[in-house]
């Protein structure tokens, strides 16, 4: 077969292009986390002595210093725990092993800054 010269095929016009706009993602919400009180000392030294001992069993305890009617008190905390299943399976370790009856607090999750596209000179 020969080819004979002639208009090639023809193209569709382009839709008119419009700048587009930068996207801007919606803020992203962190996840929900947990955490456990498990008791509430006056005497910095008690609470130290409870964090102690609960590290020693595997708990992730921490002290946490909080004011409750002017007074300054002593907070042992677990977690924070990424779930609320594994925040009550703790608490449920600290009733059995410690009889303590700890009290769970959902943490008020915090709006992360959104992505912006980086801006174009106009």
């Avoid at 706009?21 to 008791?39: G, N």
């Avoid at 300054?72 to 399976?89: H, N």
Wanted: glycine letters at 4%; hydrophobic letters at 35%.
């Amino acid at each position: 077969p020969t080819l004979l010269p002639g208009p090639g095929p023809t193209a569709l016009p382009a839709p008119p292009v419009s700048p587009a706009a930068p996207q801007r993602e919606k803020p992203r919400v962190k996840e929900e986390k947990y955490l456990l009180i498990a008791a509430t000392f006056s005497q910095l030294q008690q609470a130290r002595t409870l964090a102690r001992r609960l590290k020693a069993k595997k708990f992730h305890a921490y002290l946490a210093k909080v004011t409750i009617k002017g007074k300054p008190a002593y907070q042992v905390r677990l977690g924070p725990f990424p779930e609320k299943k594994a925040a009550e399976e703790a608490s449920q370790r600290l009733k059995k092993q410690e009889h303590l009856n700890p009290r769970l607090i959902k943490l008020k999750p915090k709006a992360a800054p959104a992505l912006a596209a980086p801006r174009r000179p106009r």
